[in-house]
């Protein structure tokens, strides 16, 4: 089935080690999203692609970086984890334009030792 | 800002009609979705309401009302699976901005 996935589901990491978070889609959907989720707190908008143009929330922290290789593939990386990032993580698609959904992956859930 | 406010949590009996609110205050949107999610998974999409009005999707409704900033999300002979948290989202500038989610619990 076509789907958003993303590796891994569990992710731990020490204070301060880098550490990448990991998004495919098979879906072909030109924009993709990578948000913040916090326990009981509504999903947070860290940044998000269409096609190769990037675009960076305004308090997304410098931390926090991502790429897109290609169209399926798109990572998340956190340079220095503090134990504030602790969180799920989530990567959605979508194609362009208004009215369309986002498909939302099962997320990686950090935790930060 | 767009001031999206949810009810933290309600609870609701097995085979009832449960209506959760969300007003909103933003100067333009394009649309108003709903999503579902169950603990520890992603959201999963429920409605999308452009238009004001109701929006019928089986045992869920999603009702919009622009001009007084309001939608709501009816759902239908409750069940147990039902209980998860809902989340109402704008639909702004080609993204989505979520609303604190509202925390059902449906009860036997």
């Known amino acids: ?113 | 800002g767009q001031n999206i406010d949810q009810p933290t949590e309600m609870t609701a009996t097995e085979g009832a009609i449960v209506q959760i609110n969300c007003t909103y205050q933003t100067s333009g949107f394009n649309g108003l979705f709903w999503y579902q999610q169950h603990a520890g998974e992603a959201p999963t999409f429920l409605s999308y309401n452009v238009l004001d009005g109701l929006e019928e999707k089986g045992r869920f409704s999603s009702f919009l009302s622009r001009s007084k900033g309001y939608s709501y999300l009816l759902l239908k002979e409750l069940q147990m699976k039902d209980s998860a948290s809902y989340l109402c989202a704008l639909h702004q500038g080609g993204k989505l901005i979520f609303g604190q989610g509202t925390e059902l619990s449906v009860k036997p």
């Open chain 1, 1 to 113: 089935d076509a789907m958003v996935i993303q590796n891994p589901r569990y992710q731990v990491t020490q204070f301060g080690k880098p550490v990448t978070l990991s998004c495919s889609q098979t879906l072909n959907h030109n924009v993709m999203y990578w948000y913040q989720q916090k326990s009981s707190q509504a999903p947070k908008l860290l940044f998000h692609y269409y096609d190769k143009d990037f675009n960076n929330e305004a308090d997304t922290p410098d931390n926090f970086q991502s790429r897109r290789p290609n169209t399926s593939f798109c990572f998340l990386d956190i340079r220095s984890p503090g134990l504030g990032d602790a969180a799920m993580y989530l990567c959605a698609t979508s194609r362009t334009g208004g009215g369309y959904e986002q498909y939302f992956g099962p997320g990686t859930r950090l935790t930060v030792t």
